[in-house]
Antibody, heavy 121, light 110 residues
Framework: EVQLLESGGGLVQPGGSLRLSCAAS????????FGWVRQAPGKGLEWVSG????????SYADSVKGRFTISRDNSKNTLHLQMNSLRAEDTALYYC??????????????WGQGNLVTVSS | QSVLTQPPSVSEAPRQRVTISCSGS????????VNWYQQFPGKAPKLLIY???LRPSGVSDRFSGSKSGTSASLTISGLQSEDEADYYC???????????FGGGTKLTVL
């Protein structure tokens, strides 16, 4: 069974940093692409970032480019999202999503339960 | 403003059929597959339809998807109260090198 468990969220002041993690189990981690999708309170889904199975291909939404960095540790079956220079508009529930195959252009087919990030002074 | 356009809400009576539209452009839906997600309040999105019209294992055949040009549709037949949820379309956007989503459609079963 695919399991994705996010951690690392919380309350942070504007300008601060957080590192989200997503621990995966139930499948061969290093053969799948992964991504982060966020949902602000009462709003729709928004693409944040993604990384291919090899780590050689990454994607970032314009709204986070230069501030967020996605990475993966295939030895620990874990996905990370380093978030710097956080803004109030980054406040959202952040979902970790596994893709259907190794590339980012396929299908985000399994999602974690989400991890809340609140940026406020 | 979402890149893909969906109606904010739709409603229909039980046992009827409802269709949710999703409109995009040549750089997303027109050149890439469309996926649909179902989301209940407080829950993570669940993949409902992928590659335009395929259902993952375990998804009821009351759900179907289609695509034509730069638009896609999700049809739910034999509506049930438990279908009340938010529905999102999604597609890869070549020009953005990332995924784009519709704004979501809230389905109410009257």
């Amino acid at each position: 069974e695919v399991q994705l468990l996010e951690s690392g969220g919380g309350l942070v002041q504007p300008g601060g940093s957080l590192r989200l993690s997503c621990a995966a189990s139930g499948f061969t981690f290093n053969t799948y692409a992964f991504g982060w999708v966020r949902q602000a309170p009462g709003k729709g889904l928004e693409w944040v970032s993604g990384i291919s199975a090899s780590g050689g291909d990454t994607s970032y939404a314009d709204s986070v480019k230069g501030r967020f960095t996605i990475s993966r540790d295939n030895s620990k079956n874990t996905l990370h999202l380093q978030m710097n220079s956080l803004r109030a508009e980054d406040t959202a529930l952040y979902y970790c999503a596994k893709f259907y195959s190794a590339t980012l252009t396929t299908v985000p087919d399994h999602w974690g339960q989400g991890n809340l990030v609140t940026v406020s002074s | 403003q979402s890149v893909l356009t969906q109606p904010p809400s739709v409603s229909e009576a039980p046992r009827q059929r409802v269709t949710i539209s999703c409109s995009g452009s040549n750089s997303n839906i027109g050149n890439n597959a469309v996926n649909w997600y179902q989301q209940f309040p407080g829950k993570a999105p669940k993949l409902l339809i992928y590659y335009d019209d395929l259902r993952p294992s375990g998804v009821s055949d009351r759900f179907s998807g289609s695509k034509s040009g730069t638009s896609a549709s999700l049809t739910i037949s034999g509506l049930q109260s438990e279908d009340e949820a938010d529905y999102y379309c999604a597609s890869w956007a070549d020009s953005l090198n990332g995924w784009v989503f519709g704004g979501g459609t809230k389905l109410t079963v009257l």
